[in-house]
C-alpha cells in the first residue's frame, strides 16, 4: 500500500489549529511522516484482535487499596481514630485543633 498523501491544505490547518509556524519544507516533511503513520494505522487495522483483552496500561498494574476498618473511623466505632488525632495534637480547644494564625 502506498504512502497516503496528506494535502498542504490540511498539513496548513493542522499546523494553525497546534499554533505552529511551519516553513514549506516543514509542512512537505511533516505531510509526509503523518501520510507513513496513517499507513501504519491501516496496517493495525488488519490484524485479527478477536478474543484479545484490551489493556489499559503498559504495565498489569493493579489499584492498591485498603480496606476501610468501620472501628477506626465511624462513631459506631468509638471513633477511635478521631480520638488518637485528639490526643496526638499538641494544642486543642476540647474537641477542635488550635493551629497558628496564618493572616
Do not use: Y
Amino acid at each position: 500500500m502506498p504512502i497516503q498523501r496528506i494535502a498542504p491544505e490540511t498539513v496548513a490547518r493542522l499546523a494553525k489549529l497546534a499554533r505552529l509556524g511551519l516553513s514549506e519544507k516543514e509542512s512537505e516533511k511533516i505531510g509526509h511522516d503523518l501520510g507513513t503513520i496513517l499507513k501504519h494505522f491501516e496496517e493495525l487495522k488488519k490484524i485479527d484482535t478477536e478474543g484479545i483483552t484490551p489493556m489499559i496500561g503498559a504495565a498489569d498494574a493493579k489499584n492498591m487499596m485498603r480496606s476501610d476498618d468501620e472501628d477506626l473511623e465511624t462513631p459506631e466505632g468509638g471513633g477511635l481514630l478521631r480520638e488518637r488525632i485528639l490526643e496526638a495534637f499538641p494544642d486543642r480547644a476540647g474537641d477542635s485543633l488550635k493551629v497558628q494564625k496564618i493572616l
